[in-house]
């Protein structure tokens, strides 16, 4: 167990809905990073976080938003669902920032598939 | 951005057998992490080394920094081993994954 809680584990939803991720960091992490993995891909940045404060932006697209709360979960918002947009997503969590990334640990995903 | 790219794409082994697996990456890193991703998916952390070389039982990994790659050994293969190997670099906030490495133990 990573200490990293993603929920749900599996959602299955319709084209053109709308779903919420959620991520709980573990216990004295500051960071949440997102991280999408279609099938049979690598993983793709989404999104980062720390404190409260977005701090660094992949390739997400902009049906896709997220926050991070003063409890510090996050909580990544897809709309518009397309059938692309089926993948694994990822949270991940630690202690630092920027070049002073201390090791990440990744919760256990959510599979989402649109149909 | 950084580009991290793994070798080999795939290997198959047979139970017991020993292999090498590569990450090179474009410019210089702070931070580096293995992970294997087991056949459900699940991320797992294998190691944090930024330089240097550890062990953990069976899998050991190196990684030199100065020269830009880091190796991951595992040691008599199991077939729980099988799975996809990233490794992972920290730059600009992010970790920036490699393209992988298919393992696959056969009985």
């Known amino acids: 167990d990573s200490g990293v809680t993603q929920t749900p584990k599996h959602l299955i939803t319709a084209t053109g809905q709308r779903v919420t991720l959620r991520c709980s960091p573990r216990?004295?992490?500051?960071?949440v990073y997102w991280y999408q993995q279609s099938l049979d891909q690598g993983l793709q940045f989404l999104i980062q976080?720390?404190?409260?404060?977005?701090?660094a932006k992949g390739n997400i697209l902009e049906r896709f938003s997220a926050q991070q709360f003063p409890d510090l979960h996050s909580e990544l918002n897809l709309s518009s669902l397309e059938l692309g947009d089926s993948a694994l997503y990822f949270c991940?969590?630690?202690?630092?920032?920027?070049?002073?990334?201390?090791?990440?640990?990744f919760g256990q995903g959510t599979r989402l598939t649109v149909v | 951005g950084i580009q991290v790219e793994q070798s080999p794409p795939d290997l198959i082994l047979q139970e017991g057998a020993n292999s090498t697996l590569r990450c090179n990456f474009s410019?210089?890193?702070?931070?580096l992490q293995w992970f294997h991703q087991n056949p459900w998916g699940q991320l797992i952390n294998l190691f944090y080394?930024?330089?240097g070389t550890k062990q953990n039982g069976r899998l050991s990994a190196t990684t030199v920094a100065t020269e830009r790659y880091s190796l991951l050994y595992i040691s008599s293969s199991q077939t729980t081993d099988s799975g996809v190997y990233f490794c992972?670099?920290?730059?600009?906030?992010?970790?920036?994954f490699g393209t992988g490495t298919r393992l696959t133990i056969i009985p």
């Open positions: 991940a969590s630690s202690v630092g920032i920027g070049d002073g990334v201390t090791e990440a640990f």
């Open positions: 216990s004295g992490d500051l960071s």
């Open positions: 976080y720390y404190n409260g404060e977005e701090r």
């Open positions: 410019d210089s890193v702070n931070n």
């Open positions: 080394i930024p330089s």
């Open positions: 992972a670099v920290a730059t600009n906030e992010k970790l920036t």
